[in-house]
């Protein structure tokens, strides 16, 4: 039999359009050479313009979703996107916790693009006691950075990946899509300071999911051997790339083209 391509495990709640959340998570990760497995955090009703309600899963039935599929199949990075409550976020770092030596990345989606709330403060302080220290990789942009780290809305980002870190983080990728500039400077920290900085050209328009493009190509990469600052910059390019590849199906943001390099160009 042929070995299996490298297995990630997505935490994510649902998306109809298909743009974000556990929809954008299993495109990305079968594009780039991995078999998605996924729990469902939650339901929503969404579209291309921004999130309506979550309804989020019960936290048994997290656990039993993922303790079923990690007691059949080895996984070889875990990706953490909306979570839906503060139970849910609990039981989570629990299953994390007996599965130590798995890579995790953590978007920390805390809101949708159009700023609908998607994580309610009892979350936010889960996610730093309890998820931030089992997280290799965390995804925040600038906005989400500032939260987490308690910081003012104007406070320095290294600071804020500083107290990242602090907090268990073994690294931070700080996204600059809402900094000014006309190009987007996306930075990975450690606890000793930046590792790296990529530069890139902002595209016109907003788009829809990009965050969770992000965080699952980043996963995709670290299941696929790559180190975290190699695949942090490969994951940028092929988001940067899906971006710019994007389409508008409806009336709100464009949506990634998560397989633009098997698109006829004629």
């Known amino acids: 039999m042929p070995s299996s391509p490298p297995i990630v495990l997505a935490f994510a709640a649902s998306d109809p359009t298909g743009g974000a959340g556990l929809q954008a998570d299993l495109l990305t990760l079968a594009s780039l050479g991995c078999h ?4 469902l955090t939650g339901l929503t009703v969404q579209d291309t313009s921004g999130v309506e309600s979550l309804h989020a899963m019960e936290p048994a039935w997290i656990a039993g979703q993922a303790r079923r599929v990690l007691e059949d199949i080895p996984v070889a990075a875990f990706k953490l996107g909306v979570l839906g409550s503060a139970a849910n976020a609990r039981i989570i770092a629990t299953i994390l916790g007996e599965h130590p030596g798995i890579p995790v990345v953590l978007d920390p989606v805390l809101a949708s693009g159009r700023g609908d709330p998607l994580a309610d403060e009892k979350t936010l302080q889960v996610l730093r006691a309890e998820l931030l220290p089992r997280t290799t990789v965390l995804t925040p942009n600038s906005v989400e950075a500032r939260r987490l780290a308690s910081a003012a809305p104007q406070a320095g980002l290294p600071d804020c990946a500083r107290e990242l870190a602090r907090l ?9 899509t809402h900094e000014p500039g006309a190009q987007v400077a996306n930075t990975l920290y450690d606890a000793n300071g930046a590792v790296r900085e990529d530069r890139w050209e902002r ?8 965050g969770c ?7 995709a990469l670290i299941a696929r051997g790559l180190d975290v600052a190699s695949a942090a910059q490969a994951a940028q390019r092929y988001t940067w790339q899906a971006l710019a590849a994007g389409f508008r199906p409806g009336r709100g943001q ?9 698109r006829d160009k004629r």
């Open 203 to 210: 595209l016109p328009g907003s788009y829809h999911g990009s």
């Open 213 to 219: 493009t992000l965080a699952s190509a980043l996963a």
């Open 254 to 262: 464009h949506l990634p083209d998560r397989f633009f390099e098997t």
């Open 36 to 39: 998605p497995l996924s729990v």
């Open 168 to 176: 268990g983080c073994k690294f931070v990728l700080v996204t600059g």
